[in-house]
């Protein structure tokens, strides 16, 4: 996401969330064993190049940066405000937020959607925000927004404060924020970049794919992963699955919820009923977003993803050929694709022929097992 123009008055909403001129934290601490000053000590290490506004009205620095007492005192209006205080302070910030005409809010608290009735009344007065101003919030219980490439580190996840984080092609929106890290970590082992990772959180604004959306056009953006714990707001998670289809960039995602203790934990983190797994999977097959079944095939599949040509929303099956050393295993690959609507297909007389020049003997049906002279490269070269 490319930063705002110095003589733009009021930035996008991509660019408010990820490549902000200026950035407020409320509540940002002094004490470096605290989460509220992470944000500030990421963000200085990381060398963002923008505009840091420590608020906290009982000190007159944080963490050696002038510290102000509270957005009204600012100099200009920040683009993006990180407000990391309780829940009930965290709602009367967001009002002044408003107020002041911030363009985007990011909660890290939680106890909104899911702490009862006092909770939802806190998520009345939000929504109500959004509707009345320009406001736009992250959150509730967001761990925050990263862009590696512009530096923005507005996070309180500790695992970003390792160093030399990847940077590359893929865009993370997750419902968990913490699964940002355990991402992060493991793609860094497989030399696998970053170039955005969102904790959507609670969704009372912002939503994950009205998100993903804002970052289409971003050249530096080439595939999606996505952890989904529920599928909240359909509409603009479909609206941006033919957008990424339509530009090219492959959807992976990852859903939550498929036993019923999965489900109860989802619906315990962030509010939302995960609902049943087969109308979930079938969205997103409809969506062409493609769904993987573990954490590790998250991390994995989109790489791969991005070799093959992207497939529209609404667009079912897709036929494949598939290459095996042994017949048990091909009837094995066989029945994985059936059970996820993807059809093998017999080869073509012509690859018949071409394998009979190789040296093979097929037997012109779907499954051709090589045996044993499959495992001798020679052979099984010629035969891919």
Same mark, same amino acid.
Request: net charge neutral; glycine share 10%; proline share 6%.
């Given at each position: 996401?490319?930063p705002?123009?110095?003589?733009?008055?009021? /930035?996008?909403?991509?660019?408010?969330?990820?490549?902000?001129?200026s950035?407020?934290?409320?509540?940002?601490?002094?004490?470096?064993?605290?989460?509220?000053?992470?944000?500030?000590?990421y963000?200085?290490?990381?060398?963002?190049?923008?505009?840091?506004?420590? !608020?906290?009205?009982?000190?007159?620095?944080?963490? #050696?940066?002038?510290?102000?007492?509270?957005?009204s005192? +600012?100099?200009?209006v920040?683009?993006?405000?990180?407000?990391?205080?309780?829940?009930?302070?965290?709602?009367?910030?967001?009002?002044?937020? *408003?107020?002041?005409?911030?363009?985007?809010?990011?909660?890290?608290?939680?106890?909104?959607?899911? #702490?009862?009735?006092?909770?939802?009344?806190?998520?009345?007065?939000?929504?109500?925000?959004?509707?009345?101003?320009?406001?736009? !919030?992250?959150?509730?219980?967001?761990?925050?927004?990263?862009?590696?490439?512009?530096?923005?580190? !507005?996070?309180?996840?500790?695992?970003f404060?390792?160093?030399?984080?990847p940077?590359?092609?893929?865009?993370?929106?997750?419902?968990?924020g913490?699964?940002?890290?355990?991402?992060?970590s493991?793609?860094?082992?497989?030399?696998?970049?970053?170039?955005?990772?969102?904790?959507?959180?609670?969704?009372?604004?912002?939503?994950?794919?009205?998100?993903?959306?804002?970052?289409?056009?971003?050249p530096?953006?080439?595939?999606?992963?996505?952890?989904?714990?529920? !599928?909240?707001?359909?509409?603009?998670?479909?609206?941006?699955?033919?957008g990424?289809?339509?530009?090219? %960039?492959?959807?992976?995602?990852?859903?939550?919820g498929?036993?019923?203790?999965?489900?109860?934990?989802?619906?315990?983190?962030?509010?939302? +009923?995960?609902?049943?797994?087969?109308?979930?999977?079938?969205?997103?097959?409809?969506?062409?977003?493609?769904?993987?079944?573990?954490?590790?095939?998250?991390?994995?599949?989109?790489?791969?993803?991005?070799?093959? /040509?992207?497939?529209?929303?609404?667009?079912?099956?897709?036929?494949?050929?598939v290459?095996?050393?042994?017949?048990? #295993?091909?009837?094995?690959?066989?029945?994985?694709? *059936?059970?996820?609507?993807?059809?093998a297909?017999?080869?073509?007389?012509?690859?018949?022929?071409?394998?009979?020049?190789?040296?093979?003997?097929?037997?012109?049906?779907?499954?051709?097992?090589?045996?044993?002279?499959?495992?001798?490269?020679?052979?099984? %070269? *010629?035969?891919?």
């Open positions: 996401m490319p705002v123009p110095d003589n733009a008055s009021t /930035p996008t909403l991509g660019q408010a969330l990820l490549a902000p001129r950035i407020a934290l409320v509540g940002a601490s002094d004490d470096v064993t605290k989460t509220s000053s992470r944000p500030l000590q963000l200085r290490r990381a060398g963002y190049a923008g505009t840091i506004y420590p !608020i906290n009205p009982r000190r007159p620095t944080v963490l #050696g940066e002038t510290a102000w007492p509270s957005l005192a +600012l100099p200009t920040p683009d993006h405000v990180f407000i990391l205080t309780p829940t009930a302070d965290a709602v009367d910030a967001a009002e002044e937020c *408003a107020r002041l005409g911030v363009t985007v809010v990011t909660i890290l608290a939680a106890g909104f959607s899911e #702490g009862g009735a006092e909770g939802q009344k806190l998520v009345a007065r939000l929504r109500a925000l959004c509707a009345t101003t320009k406001l736009r !919030i992250l959150g509730p219980s967001s761990l925050g927004a990263i862009n590696l490439r512009h530096k923005t580190i !507005i996070t309180a996840n500790a695992a404060a390792e160093p030399d984080l940077t590359g092609g893929i865009f993370v929106a997750s419902h968990s913490s699964l940002l890290g355990a991402l992060i493991r793609g860094k082992a497989r030399n696998i970049g970053f170039a955005g990772l969102v904790s959507v959180g609670n969704e009372i604004d912002l939503s994950l794919g009205e998100i993903c959306s804002a970052t289409l056009d971003d530096d953006v080439t595939g999606y992963m996505l952890f989904l714990e529920s !599928i909240r707001h359909g509409d603009a998670l479909r609206a941006f699955a033919i990424a289809a339509a530009r090219g %960039k492959p959807v992976v995602a990852y859903k939550l498929r036993p019923p203790p999965a489900a109860e934990l989802a619906l315990s983190h962030t509010g939302a +009923l995960a609902g049943e797994d087969d109308l979930a999977a079938a969205f997103l097959a409809d969506c062409g977003i493609a769904r993987v079944f573990n954490f590790e095939t998250l991390i994995e599949t989109l790489p791969l993803l991005r070799r093959l /040509p992207a497939r529209p929303a609404g667009v079912r099956g897709m036929r494949v050929g290459v095996t050393t042994t017949g048990g #295993g091909a009837a094995m690959v066989v029945d994985e694709l *059936a059970m996820r609507g993807i059809e297909v017999n080869p073509t007389q012509q690859t018949f022929h071409r394998l009979t020049e190789a040296g093979l003997a097929p037997n012109h049906e779907r499954i051709n097992d090589l045996t044993l002279a499959g495992t001798r490269y020679a052979i099984m %070269k *010629a035969a891919l």
